[in-house]
């Protein structure tokens, strides 16, 4: 075996025992989630995690491929383009959805309380994360952070703003800050 592999696997294992978010990453596949949390890439547009050997959805962008398609957090990703998922490892699943803006990609998934399993095809694109949308609801501005990426600070500073401006600097009775369905990213941006 290659004792580069080995000696990752051996921190993997480590870092795996400690929580569910704890993982070593390779040069690979830190450059990914650098990628990721910069705020643009190109894929379908959803978070993704390993559980009992298939591709768990965390999450899907809002207004990504992934969304536009109706894919749900929760829902477990058990083909893509005709491979199963089962025994791959995330990495590879990961790379078979990236691919060239434009290309379709066939996926089945797995959705609880559903009968039958979900035949999908979604397209890929530049997926563009607005880490900041808000709305108002009875009065009180619904700010939701769908991430921590790198815009995350900076979004949150401007809408908050926006919400003095549309109310001539009058502060609201009280602002809600939805972190539903988060899953995390930059530390200084949480900060």
């Known amino acids: 075996p290659d004792e580069t592999e080995l000696i990752r696997a051996a921190i993997q294992g480590m870092l795996s025992s400690l929580d ?12 990914d989630v ?3 949390t910069s705020g643009t890439f190109g894929g379908l547009g959803i978070e993704v995690t390993m559980e009992d050997g298939l591709v768990k959805v965390v999450t899907p962008y809002d207004d990504s491929p992934a969304a536009r398609a109706g894919i749900l957090a929760n829902d477990l990703i058990v083909e893509i383009d005709d491979r199963q998922v089962m025994g791959m490892t995330l990495d590879e699943a990961v790379s078979l959805m990236r691919g060239e803006v434009g290309t379709d990609l066939d996926i089945v998934v797995q959705r609880e309380g559903a ?18 949308r808000w709305s108002t609801e009875r009065d009180v501005p619904v700010l939701r952070l769908s991430r921590f990426s790198a ?3 900076s979004g949150l500073d401007r809408a908050i703003r ?6 001539d600097g009058t502060p609201p009775p009280g602002i809600i800050l939805d972190l539903r369905n988060n899953p995390g990213g930059l530390v200084d941006q949480a900060q």
């Open 115 to 132: 009968d039958q399993l979900i035949e999908m095809t979604l397209t890929r694109d530049i997926i563009a994360v607005a880490a900041v």
């Open 162 to 167: 926006e919400i003095f401006a549309e109310n």
């Open 20 to 31: 569910p978010h704890s993982a070593y990453l390779s040069p690979e596949s830190f450059a």
């Open 34 to 36: 650098r990628e990721d």
């Open 151 to 153: 815009q995350a600070y």
